[in-house]
């Protein structure tokens, strides 16, 4: 059984609108059994351009929502991925190759994540204020901006999920790049998202592979997230060296 691509012609969102990329067509078959799974084509780099002012424009409104409010959206956004966890599982088993128990699994964890990550911001959040001789000392915690999303290929749901949902309930606003050896999990990822209510730039998606990172990477972001491997986090590491104002969060591997 394999997941139907959900946009077949419109697969970047930007904007909270699904467009057609206007860069080079790829395709993504099914590593075990070489069916095709997904076609379309990646964006462009005015398209990536246009997703992270989408995500800038959306930033401020976002930035200012109570936590209230943004905290019951990422629970809506777990009931959504609820209701589609099999159609979910089945897409990360194809485009994986990773069994059918294991891929449900994955989606679990996506699930799980949600509350995982609401208590994680309450623990790391808030406000302080101490006396310093004559003064005071107070710590406030405020998001960041723009994130960039890169997703790796292994576990192209729950590790992008593991970014996007701490960033959106802290008030950041995201541009996600899945791995281009898995975009049909992240359209139903993205798609979830869009259903639960996210307000439209809050979440944009590019697809496409290393031309379209290095766009994104041009871009005017203020943080990059990322899971994948030590190589290309190196890199990460090596381009924004000099730049202490764009936050890297960098897990690596390998």
């Known amino acids: 059984m394999h997941p139907q691509n959900m946009h ?3 697969q970047q969102l930007i904007n909270g609108t699904w467009v057609v990329g206007n860069a080079e067509p790829f395709t993504k078959h099914d590593p075990v059994a070489g069916m095709l799974l997904w076609q379309g084509a990646a964006a462009s780099s005015s398209q990536v351009g246009a997703a992270v002012e989408a995500a800038r424009a959306a930033f401020p409104t976002w930035a200012r929502t109570p936590f209230a409010e943004r905290q019951a959206l990422v629970e809506r956004f777990a009931e959504v991925v609820t209701a589609r966890r099999e159609d979910l599982a089945i897409a990360i088993a194809s ?3 990773k069994p059918l128990w294991e891929a449900r699994t994955e989606a679990g964890a996506m699930i799980g994540k949600i509350a995982l990550s609401i208590k994680a911001y309450h623990e790391r959040t808030g406000e302080r204020e101490k006396a310093v001789g004559s003064a005071k000392a107070v710590l406030r915690h405020r998001p960041h901006g723009v994130m960039a999303v890169f997703g790796p290929f292994n576990f192209p749901g729950h590790l992008p999920n593991g ?3 701490p960033a959106l309930l802290a008030g950041n606003t995201c541009v996600f790049k899945p791995s281009e050896l898995a975009p049909a999990v992240a359209e139903i990822m993205v798609d979830a998202f869009e259903e639960a209510g996210l307000p439209a730039g809050c979440l944009n998606m590019v697809h496409g592979a290393r031309e379209t990172g290095g766009a ?8 990059l997230l990322f899971t994948g491997s030590a190589k290309t986090g190196c890199y990460f590491h090596k381009y924004f060296g000099g730049r202490p104002e764009v936050m890297l969060a960098l897990e690596m591997g390998g």
């Open 8 to 10: 077949a012609q419109q």
């Open 95 to 97: 485009e994986t190759g």
């Open 216 to 223: 994104l990477l041009e871009a005017e972001i203020e943080g």
């Open 163 to 165: 970014h996007i949902v």
